[in-house]
């Protein structure tokens, strides 16, 4: 069964540090990979995904993910955080098939203080 | 814009009664999904379905069950509600697996 795994579950950066999640995922065949992000009160926005090509995937507000196949990892990261990244992120992974579903981690809590 | 509408933004319902929570989204999506999400557990999975009158059950399906008579909604049904089945719920849709819209949820609180 698919399974993902969030290392962080609460991350406290103060503003301009840089930032790095880790996601790892556990799956036997091509997976899909995908952020989202969840400001408090606001619901689910997708932050980038990646299918295939280019590893180092680049989504907005500046964030980006590399995907590592052989570490079966897809880490995100941003050069320097903002308060306004104070927020809830979410790593899934689906496999390519059709018939399958999202499965999500557990979620690592940012809090950015300024 | 992909629209995916939950009937409810907040319920409350007594411990035992059925349960109805809708979903309808306006993009004519084969797939949609209801996920629970409880903190510090992430967003799990209940069930799915990737065409008319088909599911497929997710990771946490026992106590629920669903309904996709139409392609565009996809309805959660609680049989008989519980306490421990209060919590945020999200439906969601997706064309091909490659996009998915989440809708914006409904807490449910169980007494």
């Known amino acids: 069964a698919q399974s993902v795994s969030q290392h962080n579950h609460h991350v406290i950066l103060s503003e301009a540090a840089s930032l790095e999640l880790g996601c790892n995922y556990s799956?036997?065949?091509?997976?899909?990979l995908f952020w989202y992000v969840q400001y408090p009160g606001q619901h689910l926005q997708l932050l980038l995904k990646?299918?295939?090509?280019?590893?180092l995937v680049k989504g907005i507000k500046g964030f980006e993910a590399e995907f590592i196949k052989s570490k079966f990892s897809f880490n995100l990261r941003k050069p320097s955080v903002q308060w306004s990244d104070t927020a809830e992120y979410f790593c899934?992974?689906?496999?390519?098939?059709?018939?399958?579903?999202?499965?999500f981690g557990k979620g690592t809590t940012l809090s950015v203080s300024s | 814009d992909v629209k995916v509408t939950q009937s409810s933004r907040y319920l409350v319902k007594r411990t035992g009664e059925k349960v109805f929570l809708e979903c309808v989204q306006d993009m004519d999506h084969e797939n949609m999904f209801w996920y629970r999400q409880d903190p510090g557990l992430g967003l799990r999975l209940i069930y799915f379905s990737y065409d008319v009158k088909m599911k497929e059950k997710g990771d946490i399906p026992e106590g629920y069950s669903v309904s996709r008579e139409k392609k565009e909604r996809f309805s959660l049904i609680l049989e008989s509600a519980s306490t421990n089945q209060t919590s945020m719920y999200l439906c969601a849709s997706s064309f091909e697996g490659r996009d998915y819209t989440f809708g914006s949820g409904t807490r449910l609180t169980v007494v």
């Open positions: 799956y036997g065949g091509t997976v899909n």
């Open positions: 899934a992974v689906k496999g390519n098939q059709a018939g399958t579903a999202l499965i």
């Open positions: 990646y299918f295939s090509g280019d590893p």
